[in-house]
């Protein structure tokens, strides 16, 4: 019997092969039998409404009004953002509004210019 690595998230001894790749079972962790790992190069694809990519200081169109939070303010539909900045968390766009200020907004209710 061959011994399979331990999980390389939760370290679990609980793995089994699937395909060309490990599976843990505990964590859901996947990773393929040579060793390179999807998580290794630590960027997240962030998409828009579209399923287009994102990158850092690209222009997107809110697709939808959104009320900011603690304020009677409202980002209506069709406002244009300039010089986006991504970030991790569940509202993966930092920007800056004119009229507003600085927000943060989820990708999902933007689409790229």
């Known amino acids: 019997m061959s011994a399979l690595p331990h999980c390389p998230k939760c370290n679990s001894e609980y793995i089994y092969e699937d395909a060309s790749q490990y599976i843990c079972p505990e964590c859901a962790h996947e990773w393929a039998m ?3 790992s999807e998580d290794d190069d630590d960027t997240k694809e962030i998409r828009d409404s579209n399923g287009n990519l994102l990158q850092d200081g690209d222009t997107v169109t809110v697709i939808k009004d959104l009320k900011v939070k603690g304020s009677s303010l409202v980002v209506k539909v069709g406002t244009k953002v300039k010089g986006i900045r991504l970030v991790d968390g569940d509202h ?3 920007c800056k509004i004119s009229g507003i200020g600085a927000m943060k907004l989820k990708s999902q209710f933007v ?3």
Do not use: F, Y
């Open 92 to 94: 993966d766009i930092d």
């Open 111 to 113: 689409k790229k210019q």
């Open 34 to 36: 040579d060793g390179s």
